[in-house]
């Protein structure tokens, strides 16, 4: 089981109003399973998303990924478990702009500590996947080549939110 939520829901309280961004859910992701998440706008696709991509946690219910109970680890826990398990292909790309394609690329693999020369195999590959290569050095947000900086790290998840209608095919 990679990821499985009970009755986990999200709650934000804005004012005095409480916003209901994900109602209770009760969700499970197998290894070797391909989830479509279908729905409105504002009916909690990214929110589950990013609960599954331990990004933010349940107000109520309880997560577990990777055999971890979520809401019983502390925000460090949360950000190593994030880089070694998950991949998150984000809906408006969070690149980090000031860095080239195979740069955002490599950075996660640089936070796991991979040697220098997997690294650049890896980015290489992943950029080839989404046929970025010549685009490698160019430091403009590209749709084509989101896809690619949740892939290098080889995880064993991978989000990706909104793929289909702010990426392109690749
Ligand atoms: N950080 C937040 N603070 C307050 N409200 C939020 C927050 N995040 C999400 N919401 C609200 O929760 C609801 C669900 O949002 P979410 O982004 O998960 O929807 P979505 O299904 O991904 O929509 P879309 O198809 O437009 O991407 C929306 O009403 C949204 O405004
Ligand atoms: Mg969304």
Known sequence: ?????????????????????????????????????????GSGKTTLLSLLGCVIYPSYGDLWVDGQHINALKENQLARLRLETIGFVFQNFNLLMPLSAEENVAMPLKLMNVKSAEIKRRVKEALEV????????????????????????????????GASSDCDRR
């Open 130 to 161: 989404v046929d970025m290569t010549d685009r490698r050095k160019n430091m403009q947000q590209n749709s084509a080549g989101c896809p690619a900086g949740g892939t290098a790290q080889r995880p064993p998840s991978i989000s990706s939110d």
């Open 1 to 41: 089981m990679l990821a499985e939520l009970k009755k986990a829901g999200k709650e934000y309280k804005v004012g005095d109003q409480t916003i209901v961004a994900l109602q209770p859910t009760d969700f499970t992701m197998r290894e070797g399973e391909l989830t479509l998440i279908i729905g409105p706008s």
